[in-house]
């Protein structure tokens, strides 16, 4: 048992000790301790100014660099991707700048956003999983090529969004048909909306730009490995949806490591070889290359743009076929059409003879 003398020897001890580290602190080895801290302070408050000016001289870099891409841009934009109308998907959050950026890099090309659709994190939420699937039966009566019946709810959804977005009123090229108008309603409707859009829809798309964003967490929590995962494959087959059912189309995502969705669509096997993506379009070049990018897609040329192992830094010039919206002629075929795509007047009222094609569309 410890008794009362001990505890003071013990005190005793500690306050000898702490007289000595004073007396040595005070007395010879002041200056000592003093002069290391004084040297050990000079060299973190040099250390701290050459690391700001570096970070200064990288700032000034960057901003040099996007310059340099925004620049570019207007040299290598125009003309790219004339007349072709581009629906932009949003997956969850992504920045207004960004989207600013690739709305302009897009019109300079030659193109018209005809649609910038939010996914909403309802698309992903596993407590959802339910009302999906049953709305999801609710749509694929719209879909003129339903998916199989094994294909599952994210491809139907998916598709139903794509087949929205871009699908066109045979008769009437430049508006939307009716089954693609109440595929966008009903993807939008309620307070469980799966899709928000910035404008209304009226207009078809030629090709789809994916963008990815950031998602968001419910309540601030973390989400599970399996919530990701799951997440991953819905947001792949709006990729894949968009590959399919369009005319051309990219994957664009938010980082320099092209990592997440996008290296994921990049390491499947059905994916890489027909999906065509860009590492980063939060970046001035990403957004320049992002519509240079789409009109290899149209052109038939999927690739993987960004930096890294197996990626190309700028794709290749391509020349796209001239825009053909020639609307049907019911019960008949296409109307003949003149320059710009005005159908021709039949002979006898100024236009060419009947059977003359009157000029390409």
């Given at each position: 048992m410890i008794d009362f003398r001990y505890h003071i020897v013990s005190l005793i001890s500690v306050f000898l000790a702490l007289a000595v580290g004073i007396a040595l602190g005070a007395g010879p080895l002041k200056e000592t301790i003093g002069d290391t801290l004084t040297g050990q302070v000079e060299v973190l408050r040099t250390e701290k100014e050459d690391l700001r000016?570096?970070?200064?001289?990288?700032?000034?870099?960057?901003?040099?660099?996007?310059?340099?891409?925004?620049?570019s841009g207007d040299r290598l934009?125009?003309?790219?991707?004339?007349?072709?109308?581009?629906?932009?998907?949003?997956?969850?959050?992504?920045?207004?700048?960004?989207?600013?950026?690739?709305?302009?890099?897009?019109?300079?090309a030659g193109a018209t956003v005809s649609a910038t659709a939010t996914v909403n994190d309802t698309w992903t939420d596993p407590s959802l999983a339910t009302y999906r699937r049953t709305l999801a039966g609710t749509l694929v009566s719209y879909l003129a090529a339903p998916p199989?019946?094994?294909?599952g709810t994210d491809v139907e959804l998916a598709e139903a969004l794509v087949s929205g977005l871009t699908g066109a009123d045979s008769t009437s090229p430049d508006t939307l048909s009716e089954n693609a108008a109440s595929l966008l309603d009903v993807l939008?409707?309620?307070?469980?909306?799966?899709?928000?859009?910035?404008q209304d829809v009226t207009r078809p798309a030629d090709a789809v730009?994916?963008?990815?964003?950031?998602?968001?967490?419910?309540?601030?929590?973390t989400p599970s490995p399996d919530a990701v995962a799951a997440a991953t494959q819905a947001h792949l087959a709006v990729a894949s949806a968009a590959q399919r059912l369009s005319e051309g189309a990219v994957?664009?995502?938010?980082?320099?490591?092209?990592?997440s969705l996008v290296a994921a669509a990049r390491a499947d096997g059905d994916l890489t070889g027909a999906l065509t993506t860009v590492a980063d379009a939060t970046t001035v070049a990403g957004q320049v290359v992002v519509p240079l990018a789409l009109a290899t897609s149209i052109a038939g040329q999927p690739a993987h743009y960004g930096y890294g192992d197996g990626l190309t830094p700028l794709p290749p010039a391509v020349q796209l076929t001239p825009v053909?919206?020639?609307?049907?002629?019911?019960?008949?075929?296409?109307?003949?059409?003149?320059?710009?795509?005005?159908?021709?007047?039949?002979?006898?009222?100024?236009?060419a003879p009947a059977g003359d094609d009157g000029g390409a569309g």
């Open positions: 000016a570096q970070l200064d001289a990288t700032g000034g870099d960057l901003a040099a660099v996007e310059a340099y891409a925004a620049a934009l125009p003309g790219t991707l004339t007349d072709r109308r581009v629906a932009l998907v949003l997956l969850d959050e992504v920045p207004a700048a960004e989207v600013e950026g690739l709305t302009d890099r897009l019109t300079r199989a019946a094994d294909a939008a409707e309620g307070d469980r909306a799966l899709v928000s859009f910035a730009v994916v963008v990815v964003g950031t998602a968001r967490a419910a309540s601030g929590a994957l664009a995502g938010n980082t320099r490591s092209g990592d053909d919206r020639t609307p049907a002629v019911p019960g008949g075929d296409a109307a003949p059409t003149g320059e710009g795509g005005e159908p021709t007047a039949p002979e006898g009222e100024g236009g």
